[in-house]
Nanobody
Framework: QVQLVESGGGLVQPGGSLRLSCAAS????????MAWYRQAPGKERELVAT??????NYADSVKGRFTISRDNAKNTVYLQMNSLKPEDTAVYSC???????????????WGQGTQVTVSS
């Protein structure tokens, strides 16, 4: 019914930048909140950033370095990551709270994840 496809991960040196994208497709009526999470090996999943009706929130660990944005016409959310640190290394996943066509309730959908590795 819905697919979230992420792209943009990879290997980058400390201090570098990456831009992640997550495009939602399928039988979508509307999308409410969209967010990025990350999970490093041996650690719990962490909420990185959210965007809802233009309002954004960030984890303290990424404030001032990461920027979340979305293109509603494309059902796409982005995560611009600057000044990357080795501790940012993780699998990054997007989520979207989607109302399907013909329904009234919202359900959270997840992308498959994309690896970000920050290393020299």
């Amino acid at each position: 019914q819905v697919q979230l496809v992420e792209s943009g991960g990879g290997l980058v040196q400390p201090g570098g930048s990456l831009r992640l994208s997550c495009a939602a497709s399928g039988s979508i009526f509307s999308i409410n909140a969209m967010a990025w999470y990350r999970q490093a090996p041996g650690k719990e999943r962490e909420l990185v950033a959210t965007i809802t009706n233009g309002r954004t929130n960030y984890a303290d660990s990424v404030k001032g370095r990461f920027t979340i944005s979305r293109d509603n016409a494309k059902n796409t959310v982005y995560l611009q990551m600057n000044s990357l640190k080795p501790e940012d290394t993780a699998v990054y996943s997007c989520s979207a709270d989607i109302v399907l066509r013909g329904t009234v309730s919202s359900r959270r959908w997840w992308g498959q994840g994309t690896q970000v590795t920050v290393s020299s």
